[in-house]
């Protein structure tokens, strides 16, 4: 429909989309194939390694395999992974979240390197999505009742682009978000997360490992091409202007604290040099729409990367959101602002669930207090010794769906009351 007319001039695309991180382009795959034109802007010219958005959940394999991305990704080398697993320091077994045991057509994890997976993502797009890199969007454009009609671009590219509707894709610092009356207000954990990138490593197992020691989380996991990513808490200035003396040091200290890691304690040392410091924010936004624009991925919600959710909570995002948009006219704006608000309706609750989720998760294994530590692995625990409430927590990190839990699973959980039903299966 690009270059036809709306009531305020001519319309370049029925949806803008400003960001072409995960959730932008998973929204333009998913627009795209229901022939929606859409034009994707992208403000970075290139994309910088970094270390986030590796692991994908069944929920969002699903997805990506209707779309043609999956056998992208698995033609590049993904890993599959079977299992979430909690382990104490020394490396036993607190909790172990099998996948294989979920009714779903692929019941495991994949990983993968994030500019891989964008990778994979742009090139599954159809006919009718237009992208450009290297194109700032600075304002919205707003007809005379307030409703979002466009964006406006600026830098070396000043423009206005007319649309029928925007979705904003542009991160947890939203500008768009802030423009259009929305807000988000991120909160940070009190701890970082020290990534590292190591090569030529020793085989590890097929699971995401989450060591729950006194220091806080180490997580371990592998990725393609025989490289491990470990996460490991650090206190915000934990390693503030340490040099390479004091790195070595630390990371020994590491090894000795988390006995585990032994066997990749010199792959530690050598791969200081690709460690990146990453902070940590929880939050979502209480409203998703506006007239004329929307909010996916990290525009609208952030959670602890404890629980690999964000990145396939975005590609959730889009699929409700195509959707929502497939089959209605998007020049019956009456229709097209429906749609949106339906959009909200369906992906507000399940946001929601997933923040608590995660934060709570969050708080079980990276809380460094003796009251939190004893609190969190006797949850762990808890949950281990219960059959259906082990189903259930690998079904919630699925990305399947959301099975909360009640108050008296809590006290399962926690020992108070035995749980009866503990050798059961939920319903598949």
């Not at 085989?203 to 025989?226: H, I």
């Not at 934990?238 to 988390?258: G, H, I, P």
């Not at 079904?395 to 839990?405: D, E, F, H, Q």
Request: proline share 5%.
């Amino acid at each position: 429909m690009s270059g036809d007319r709306g009531p305020d001039g001519p319309v370049e695309a029925d949806v803008v989309i400003c960001g072409a991180g995960v959730a932008g382009l998973a929204a333009a795959c998913a627009l795209g194939r229901h022939g929606i034109d859409v034009l994707l802007l992208e403000k970075q010219r290139s994309r910088p390694p970094v270390a986030k958005g590796e692991v994908l959940q069944p929920g969002s394999l699903n997805l990506l395999h209707g779309w043609g991305v999956l056998p992208a990704l698995e033609a590049r080398r993904a890993v599959r992974l079977d299992r979430l697993v909690a382990r104490r320091a020394d490396g036993s077994e607190l909790l172990t979240m099998d996948f294989g045991q979920l009714d779903t057509d692929r019941p495991w994890l994949l990983s993968h390197d994030y500019v891989t997976i964008l990778e994979c993502l742009e090139g599954a797009l159809g006919g009718t999505v237009r992208r450009q890199h290297g194109v700032l969007v600075e304002d919205l454009l707003r007809d005379e009742h307030g409703r979002v009609t466009g964006v406006r671009t600026g830098g070396g590219d000043r423009r206005e682009i007319r649309a029928r509707a925007v979705l904003a894709a542009d991160g947890r610092s939203s500008r768009l978000r802030r423009l259009a009356g929305m807000t988000a207000d991120p909160v940070a954990y009190d701890h970082r997360l020290l990534s590292f990138e190591l090569a030529g490593t020793p085989p590890v197992t097929d699971e995401v490992s989450t060591y729950v020691t006194d220091r806080g989380m180490v997580m371990v996991y592998p990725l393609p091409d025989e490289r491990i990513r470990v996460y490991v808490q650090v206190a915000a200035d934990e390693l503030r202007k340490a040099d390479q003396v004091r790195l070595r040091q630390w990371c020994r200290q590491l090894v000795a604290d988390v006995p585990a890691l032994g066997p990749l304690a010199g792959l530690l040392e050598a791969g200081l040099g690709s460690r990146q410091l990453l902070p940590v924010f929880q939050y979502w936004a209480p409203s998703l729409v506006r007239p004329g624009i929307a909010l996916v991925g990290e525009a609208a919600h952030g959670v602890h990367p404890l629980s690999a959710q964000g990145m396939n909570t975005a590609i959730g995002d889009a699929a409700a959101l195509a959707s929502r948009l497939a089959g209605v006219d998007l020049g019956d704006r009456a229709a097209l602002d429906g749609a949106l608000r339906a959009y909200e309706g369906e992906r507000l609750e399940r946001i929601k669930d997933i923040h608590s989720m995660s934060h709570n998760a969050a708080r079980m294994m990276t809380s460094t207090s003796r009251g939190g530590r004893i609190l969190g692995r006797r949850l762990l625990s808890g949950s281990a010794r219960s059959g259906r409430l082990r189903h259930q927590l690998t079904y919630n990190m699925s990305g399947l769906g959301i099975r909360p839990l009640g108050t008296l699973d809590r006290l399962f959980q926690l020992g108070v009351l035995p749980d009866r039903r503990r050798a059961a299966v939920a319903a598949r």
